[in-house]
């Protein structure tokens, strides 16, 4: 056992900043701790402070200093890098590229986008690919496919367990929840990028129904478009995998020095806006038969209409006959492959 003048002792070190002996009370006292299973806790209570009392001046600091990265600026600046150079940055982490393995896939040559009827003309016309905003498609996603699972395994070190909640309890005290930057994070993207939708099948019979019906199939030039395949699956990345990262930054803020927790800070936040993009690149096993690749441009990639400029090399056309000569004129005047679908034929 110990005794109560010895953990007296203990907290009359050097913690002098109150708000850190409070953030430290209050992370002891927490169900989390509490429930925590580990023998002789009242003894790891004084080993903890003592190593907190050694270390508080630094700990103090790198708080301080987060306080200031963790400035929307700075999120946005960081977050709307340039794009190749996040999600390549993601590519060491197995984890992440575990749940995104389609996302390499070499581009091919064609895609194609199947129009309904009411837009066929105009899109034809326009030689664009209309595209929604990554807000749209996040809602949109989230909504059809299924909740997150698979996080991984947290610490199991029962100082920095505490030592993390201790610096997350004194940030909440600035003003300053890093597991909210998420929120943060998802708007700079939201207002930043836009996302076509585009399938490597050609002549998809679920895709005509859906979206083509007595429209066209438009093949696409693709070798010069940033694009990249989703990936089918049932068990996506756990959105906490992020919020991890931070605590254990948290951790760091021990015995790194402020150069250093600057460049984990900006790390962290790379992370958090590859895998918010990145999730733009996963759907459900079900959705597999659209073969689908996306299109991923900033704002100054789409005209006020949200339309993207794409090279049409070919239409595969189901129109009714009067739309579908129309078609054909406007095609033949600007080099393009008009043809009915097989099967569709006009006589």
């Given at each position: 056992?110990?005794?109560?003048?010895?953990?007296?002792?203990?907290?009359?070190?050097?913690?002098?900043?109150?708000?850190?002996?409070?953030?430290?009370?209050d992370v002891w006292n927490s169900k989390t701790v509490q429930e925590?299973?580990?023998?002789?806790?009242?003894?790891?209570?004084?080993e903890i402070i003592q190593r907190i009392n050694k270390s508080s001046r630094n700990i103090l600091k790198n708080v301080a200093h987060l306080k200031k990265l963790a400035s929307k600026r700075r999120i946005k600046k960081n977050v709307a890098a340039d794009l190749d150079d996040l999600i390549d940055k993601t590519s060491d982490d197995e984890y992440v590229t575990g749940c995104y393995s389609s996302y390499y896939t070499p581009k091919p040559e064609k895609l194609y986008k199947y129009v309904k009827y009411e837009y066929a003309l105009r899109t034809v016309k326009g030689s664009y690919l209309h595209c929604g905003t990554a807000e749209y498609y996040r809602l949109k996603d989230e909504n059809e496919n299924k909740a997150f699972v698979?996080?991984?395994?947290?610490?199991?070190?029962?100082?920095?367990?505490?030592?993390s909640e201790v610096v997350s309890k004194l940030l909440e005290r600035r003003n300053v929840s890093l597991d909210e930057k998420t929120g943060q994070i998802q708007k700079v993207l939201?207002?930043?990028?836009?996302?076509?939708?585009?399938?490597?099948d050609p002549d998809s019979h679920a895709l005509w129904n859906k979206f083509g019906g007595s429209g066209v199939c438009i093949e696409i030039e693709a070798v010069n478009l940033n694009i990249h395949k989703i990936t089918y699956n049932d068990a996506p990345i756990d959105p906490d995998y992020p919020s991890m990262m931070f605590r254990k930054?948290?951790?760091?803020?021990?015995?790194?020095?402020?150069?250093?927790?600057?460049?984990?800070?900006?790390?962290?936040?790379?992370?958090?806006?590859?895998?918010?993009?990145?999730?733009?690149?996963?759907?459900?096993d079900?959705?597999?038969?659209?073969?689908?690749?996306?299109?991923?441009?900033?704002?100054?990639?789409?005209?006020?209409?949200?339309?993207?400029?794409?090279?049409?090399?070919?239409?595969?056309?189901?129109?009714?006959?009067?739309?579908?000569?129309?078609?054909?004129?406007?095609?033949?005047?600007?080099?393009?492959d008009c043809v009915r679908r097989k099967g569709y034929e006009l006589y």
């Open positions: 056992m110990v005794n109560n003048s010895k953990l007296k002792e203990a907290l009359q070190g050097e913690i002098s900043d109150k708000a850190l002996r409070a953030a430290f009370t925590y299973e580990i023998e002789d806790k009242q003894k790891k209570k004084i698979g996080k991984p395994k947290e610490t199991d070190d029962f100082y920095q367990l505490v030592l939201d207002n930043l990028y836009y996302i076509g939708c585009l399938s490597d930054l948290n951790e760091e803020v021990e015995y790194k020095s402020r150069d250093e927790v600057s460049k984990k800070f900006d790390q962290v936040l790379r992370m958090h806006a590859n895998i918010e993009l990145l999730n733009r690149y996963r759907k459900d079900r959705w597999r038969y659209e073969s689908e690749w996306r299109l991923l441009v900033d704002k100054h990639g789409v005209n006020e209409s949200s339309n993207h400029p794409v090279k049409i090399t070919k239409v595969v056309s189901c129109l009714p006959p009067d739309d579908h000569r129309e078609l054909q004129n406007w095609c033949e005047k600007h080099h393009i």
